[in-house]
């Protein structure tokens, strides 16, 4: 065994962490969608119990007051149940505050083998650039290696205070996802590179995307938390169209809205706003080095082609999603667009990204297409 070979069994291995991850950050979520069912019928049950004791001790001649009164005090936690207001609120509060239910056994796994695959995968990278002897970013198995590698350790930066597990899940299932197509569909051999990449450039220019697309999913990931919170704060479902308005098609799509019971671990995790603003920092970090890349890849193309800009596949791909993320910038700080709006934003900007990686290298010719 050489040590291109080593180090695809480390990437399988990370895969297999990863998936571990995966499945323990489900199970937290299963947790805390059930635990939050049944302290709300605690909750009612208690309420409840209370009513009718108020009844009991109350004289007949209190008459309608004392009956509006009791009324006033069993609304309240019950509504503030089914609307998620103040327990939710004050549970979102704090990023260091342990949602209650969670299972600590699920989360330390996943922590751990998120850690883990993160480590292996750091390895695997490493052995990848001794066996090719130069850095590892030259094709797009090499770049989706290390661009799961950052799309993992930010997610555990951001995790390191509080677990956010349905943010987990996402990010690990997209970390499965790309490894297991690396292996299987983009992988080559480690070897040499044409001339035209033997450059420094190389590093610079492919490296700082890399990043930026690791970035970029962790986002993605967060603005998909971000919409299905809101729409649990507001009691909007996401499925109540009306096509949908038929009695029997709502019933079997009632139990998939984001207002029904199986989504109630979304009261466990921040705040909508919360999510919206780290969304928007993560975005605006991987701008910024999105735009390093296509300045650098300017200057490269400049010195190996003669032309700053020559209309290729992969630099249209790449403005076009600069583009969708520079409008959701602008959108969000000057037109105060926020929430939903700004979410669907960032969707069509990875989007974009995902099809600059797979369809333009895949299916439209260019001149990056030697590389890949």
């Not at 796994?109 to 850095?135: D, E, M, N, Q």
């Not at 890399?210 to 999913?217: E, V």
């Not at 076009?320 to 926020?338: E, F």
Request: charge should be positive; charged fraction near 15%; glycine fraction near 10%.
């Amino acid at each position: 065994m050489n040590t291109g070979d080593l180090s695809t069994l480390l990437v399988w291995a990370a895969a297999t962490a990863f998936t571990i991850a995966l499945i323990a950050y489900t199970v937290d979520l299963a947790r805390l969608a059930d635990n939050a069912q049944r302290r709300e019928g605690a909750d009612a049950d208690a309420a409840g119990a209370a009513a009718v004791q108020d009844r009991a001790n109350v004289p007949a001649t209190a008459g309608v007051g004392a009956g509006a009164g009791s009324s006033a005090r069993v609304s309240s936690p019950l509504s503030g149940s089914a609307t998620g207001g103040g327990s939710v609120s004050a549970v979102a509060g704090s990023a260091a505050e342990a949602a209650p239910g969670r299972s600590p056994r699920a989360e330390g796994i996943a922590r751990s083998t998120t850690y883990l695959g993160s480590a292996l995968l750091f390895v695997a990278i490493v052995l990848r650039g001794v066996a090719a002897g130069r850095w590892p970013t030259a094709n797009m198995y090499e770049f989706t290696l290390v661009g799961v590698f950052v799309a993992t350790t930010v997610l555990a930066i951001v995790q390191r205070r509080r677990v956010i597990a349905f943010l987990g899940v996402v990010v690990m299932g997209i970390a499965v996802t790309a490894l297991v197509v690396a292996l299987e569909s983009f992988f080559v051999r480690a070897d040499a590179v044409r001339p035209a990449l033997q450059n420094y450039w190389l590093v610079l220019h492919v490296g700082v995307a890399i990043i930026a697309t690791g970035i970029f999913t962790v986002a993605f990931a967060t603005a998909v938390l971000q919409v299905l919170r809101h729409g649990r704060e507001t009691g909007r479902s996401h499925l109540d169209h009306p096509w949908k308005s038929a009695d029997g098609l709502r019933q079997a799509f009632s139990g998939l809205a984001v207002t029904g019971p199986r989504f109630r671990w979304l009261e466990q995790v921040p705040d909508a706003r919360r999510l919206e603003a780290l969304s928007f920092r993560l975005n605006a970090v991987a701008f910024v080095l999105w735009t390093l890349t296509l300045i650098g890849g300017a200057i490269w193309a400049e010195d190996a082609w003669g032309r700053y800009w020559n209309w290729d596949s992969k630099e249209v791909g790449t403005f076009v999603a600069w583009v969708v993320y520079a409008g959701y910038l602008h959108a969000r700080t000057t037109r105060g667009w926020s929430g939903r709006k700004a979410a669907y934003f960032v969707f069509v900007g990875y989007a974009c990204v995902l099809a600059n990686f797979t369809v333009v290298n895949l299916v439209l010719p260019g001149l990056h297409s030697y590389a890949f």
